[in-house]
């Protein structure tokens, strides 16, 4: 048993050597008809020249803040962008600040799996918590002003998570930084937004151009295993079930209907949520968008334009 305790700790400690110099308290101010209000969190850095990765609820509405490193070191910081419907925003340091963390690829992890969270949880910084990965494929609701997404593959752990934790680090074993710590969902429970394809593309578009655009179809649609006949034709499990259509939305325009089986977008397979989310980012506005569907026990191919979600 000690030699397994051992080994536990030693992990802990060496990510937490590697990560904490990379993981800065955050404070960042805003001023709205001359009433000052303050928020903190945490950041991390994600590229060698400055800029880092938090909550895109730690910023909400602020364009500049402070943040200090685990060495003392305290630089201002500008908020570069903020996508409020995946939670993640970019900031970027006016001074000195340390190289990048390592980031890694949540999925490659598993249930179980050792995981490491570092942020500055009640203002105390350079705080570090161990757990596991409870599970994976949670979803977070998210809404900015009329536009409401959800947030798929978000990692469930228990690491402990506080008001503070939210924009720090989420590492595995090795010190991979695999997600951004985010709300707080209950005792015992800690919620971290993925580090993963989509996530990245947003993260690169927000350093780009400062916020993300979106298309916008206007289906729900949920996750469900194919018949076992066609999922072996096809090679896939899972298709999506639309839920519900938008009236008048380019879902509801192209013939999509509630029951329809989605087994493709773009002719790529579609199994989960997010296999549809990622196609639909600002590029493919206006675009036509192929989809085929199951539809009483018959595929049908259907058309889709989507349309700018900031215009519904």
Same mark, same amino acid.
């Given at each position: 048993m000690?030699?397994?305790?051992?080994?536990?700790?030693?992990a802990v400690t060496?990510?937490?050597?590697?990560?904490?110099?990379?993981v800065?308290?955050?404070?960042?101010?805003?001023?709205?008809?001359?009433v000052?209000?303050?928020?903190?969190?945490?950041a991390?850095?994600?590229?060698?020249?400055?800029?880092l990765?938090?909550?895109a609820?730690?910023?909400?509405?602020?364009?500049?803040?402070?943040?200090?490193?685990?060495?003392?070191?305290?630089?201002?910081?500008?908020?570069?962008?903020?996508?409020?419907?995946?939670?993640?925003?970019?900031?970027?340091? @006016?001074?000195?600040?340390?190289?990048?963390?390592?980031?890694? %690829?949540? /999925?490659?992890? $598993?249930? +179980?799996? *050792? #995981?490491?969270?570092?942020?500055?949880?009640?203002g105390?910084a350079?705080?570090?918590?161990?757990?596991v990965?409870?599970?994976?494929?949670?979803s977070?609701p998210?809404?900015?002003?009329r536009?409401g997404?959800?947030?798929?593959?978000?990692?469930?752990t228990?690491?402990?998570?506080?008001?503070?934790?939210?924009g720090?680090?989420l590492?595995?074993?090795?010190g991979r930084v695999v997600?951004?710590?985010?709300a707080?969902a209950g005792?015992?429970l800690?919620l971290?937004?993925p580090i993963?394809?989509?996530?990245?593309?947003i993260?690169?578009?927000?350093m780009h151009?400062g916020?993300?655009?979106?298309?916008y179809?206007?289906?729900?649609s949920?996750?469900v295993?194919?018949?076992?006949a066609?999922?072996?034709?096809?090679?896939?499990?899972q298709?999506? @079930?639309?839920?519900?259509v938008?009236?008048?939305?380019?879902a %509801?325009? /192209?013939?999509l $209907?509630? +029951?329809? *089986? #989605?087994?493709s977008?773009?002719?790529?397979p579609?199994?989960a949520?997010?296999?549809?989310?990622r196609l639909?980012?600002?590029?493919?506005?206006?675009?036509?968008?192929?989809?085929?569907?199951?539809r009483?026990?018959?595929m049908v191919?259907?058309?889709?334009?989507?349309?700018?979600l900031e215009r519904v």
């Amino acid at each position: 048993m000690t030699d397994e305790l051992d080994a536990y700790s030693r992990a802990v400690t060496r990510v937490a050597d590697d990560l904490l110099p990379h993981v800065a308290s955050l404070r960042v101010r805003t001023t709205r008809r001359g009433v000052d209000a303050e928020g903190a969190g945490s950041a991390v850095v994600f590229t060698d020249d400055g800029y880092l990765v938090t909550n895109a609820h730690v910023t909400g509405r602020a364009d500049h803040g402070q943040a200090e490193f685990s060495d003392g070191t305290q630089t201002e910081v500008d908020v570069i962008g903020s996508d409020p419907l995946s939670d993640l925003a970019v900031l970027r340091t @006016r001074g000195q600040a340390p190289k990048a963390a390592e980031f890694g %690829d949540a /999925a490659t992890l $598993k249930v +179980g799996q *050792l #995981v490491v969270a570092v942020g500055n949880p009640l203002g105390l910084a350079g705080s570090v918590t161990a757990g596991v990965v409870s599970a994976l494929g949670r979803s977070i609701p998210t809404r900015s002003g009329r536009a409401g997404r959800v947030i798929e593959d978000v990692i469930q752990t228990d690491a402990a998570l506080n008001p503070g934790n939210s924009g720090g680090a989420l590492a595995d074993s090795s010190g991979r930084v695999v997600g951004i710590n985010t709300a707080v969902a209950g005792i015992g429970l800690g919620l971290a937004v993925p580090i993963n394809t989509t996530t990245r593309r947003i993260i690169a578009t927000l350093m780009h151009d400062g916020q993300v655009r979106r298309a916008y179809l206007g289906l729900v649609s949920t996750p469900v295993p194919l018949p076992q006949a066609l999922s072996k034709r096809l090679g896939q499990p899972q298709g999506l @079930r639309v839920v519900e259509v938008v009236r008048d939305s380019p879902a %509801d325009q /192209a013939g999509l $209907k509630a +029951g329809d *089986l #989605v087994l493709s977008a773009g002719r790529q397979p579609v199994a989960a949520a997010v296999s549809l989310q990622r196609l639909l980012f600002g590029d493919a506005i206006g675009t036509p968008l192929p989809l085929t569907v199951l539809r009483n026990g018959a595929m049908v191919d259907v058309i889709a334009v989507p349309a700018d979600l900031e215009r519904v």
